[in-house]
Each structure stands twice: as structure tokens, then as C-alpha cells.
T-cell receptor, first 115, second 111 residues
């Protein structure tokens, strides 16, 4: 089955640090990757949609300069949280889509804690 | 506006019980409805439904879609403690392949 790898799984760092999260599709080429954020006991909220070789599409209210997305290849997308602050602490999850008629498959998520 | 409502929000059952989780949706130009299971990490895919009345099964889990009533159910028979998780329902519209998630149903199966 489809496998999506997300790294790192846990990050703890000081306020002001920039944090990069990687999302890789291991056994398929992903036409599109998605980045979600999940608060405790809440559902997933889509942050942005990322297509290989083009700029990401951000959802309303998501700062594109704060959450930089790079989709360098059909198997890799990265999310960089720039100058992170405690309010950026959250669970960030990526997903990858092989084709539009197939389900999204999710990575294991990255728990980010900003002190 | 795309909207997905799940019920109940939480459920506690004993091992061996059968449970039914509900999902209603409103989306322009419906494309598909999906069920995911989320334990401590990210969601794992269970089912993708596009046609009304066709039940999909995987072991003790099954799901069916009613496009007329804009409704789907997820059934779990002979529940086990390993079924304890949050079950998420999501839909997609024809104009987009983005998922809109419901708030989830937290299922707790006690021995």
C-alpha cells in the first residue's frame, strides 16, 4: 500500500527557531501533497495544497511567509515554520495524493513544541 | 459551504459490541466520501465511497454511502480494544480533491 514518510516526528525548540518538516511518498509519485494542522482533540485543518514545481496554494488565514512550502520533486515536499513561536506549537501532518481518484495517504505527523 | 458532521462525538462500548458511526455531508458536486482511523499518529485510510448503496468491507469494518440522504455509516462488528481510536469522515467535491473533515468520533472499546 501507499506509504508516506514524515520527518521528524517530534521537535522541541526555542522561540525564534525555524523548523523544517519533510514529507516523502515512498512508493509512488505524488501529484499533489497537502499540509494539515491539528490542535488537541480537534480535526485536521488544511493549511496548504502543494503541487510539484509550482507555488503552494494556501488556505485563508494561513500566512505563506510563515509557513514556507517547497515541493521540489514528485516524492518530496517540505514545510518550514519560520521564526516559530509558542502559538505555532501543534501537530503538523502531511498527505500525498497519487491521482485524483485515489485517497490521500497520510504521514505519521510531526509534533512541534516551541518553548 | 462544504460541511461534514459526525455523530456521536464519542462512544464507549464493551469488547464484542457492534457500533455504527454516522457521517452527514454537504458539498457542491460531490465526488467521494472517505473514512480514516486516527490513533496517536496521523490518519490511516479505511474506505473511499463514491457510489450509493454499495457496501465496502474490510474484515470487521464496513461502510456504505447514501447519496440521496447525503449520509454514510461506518460499522464495526465484534469490536476489540485495538479498535479504540478517533474515526474521521471526510468528503471531496468534484471541483477539488481537498478533504473536508468532520470533527471525528472517538471510540473507546473497554475489555
Amino acid at each position: 500500500g501507499a506509504v508516506v514518510s514524515q520527518h521528524p516526528s517530534r521537535v522541541i525548540c526555542k522561540s525564534g527557531t525555524s523548523v523544517k518538516i519533510e514529507c516523502r511518498s515512498l512508493d509512488f509519485q505524488a501529484t499533489t501533497m497537502f499540509w494539515y494542522r491539528q490542535f488537541p482533540k480537534k480535526s485536521l485543518m488544511l493549511m496548504a495544497t502543494s503541487n510539484e514545481g509550482s507555488k503552494a496554494t494556501y488556505e485563508q488565514g494561513v500566512e505563506k511567509d510563515k509557513f514556507l512550502i517547497n515541493h521540489a520533486s514528485l516524492t518530496l515536499s517540505t514545510l518550514t515554520v519560520t521564526s516559530a513561536h509558542p502559538e505555532d506549537s501543534s501537530f503538523y501532518i502531511c498527505s500525498a495524493l497519487r491521482t485524483r481518484d485515489q485517497p490521500q495517504h497520510f504521514g505519521d505527523g510531526t509534533r512541534l513544541s516551541i518553548l | 459551504e462544504d460541511k461534514v458532521v459526525q455523530s456521536p462525538l464519542s462512544l464507549v462500548v464493551h469488547e464484542g459490541d457492534t457500533v455504527t458511526l454516522n457521517c452527514s455531508y454537504e458539498v457542491t458536486n460531490f465526488r467521494s466520501l472517505l473514512w480514516y482511523k486516527q490513533e496517536k499518529k496521523a490518519p490511516t485510510f479505511l474506505f473511499m465511497l463514491t457510489s450509493s448503496g454499495i457496501e465496502k468491507k474490510s474484515g470487521r469494518l464496513s461502510s456504505i454511502l447514501d447519496k440521496k440522504e447525503l449520509f454514510s455509516i461506518l460499522n464495526i462488528t465484534a469490536t476489540q480494544t485495538g479498535d479504540s481510536a478517533v474515526y474521521l469522515c471526510a468528503d471531496t467535491g468534484a471541483g477539488s480533491y481537498q478533504l473536508t473533515f468532520g470533527k471525528g468520533t472517538k471510540l473507546s472499546v473497554i475489555p
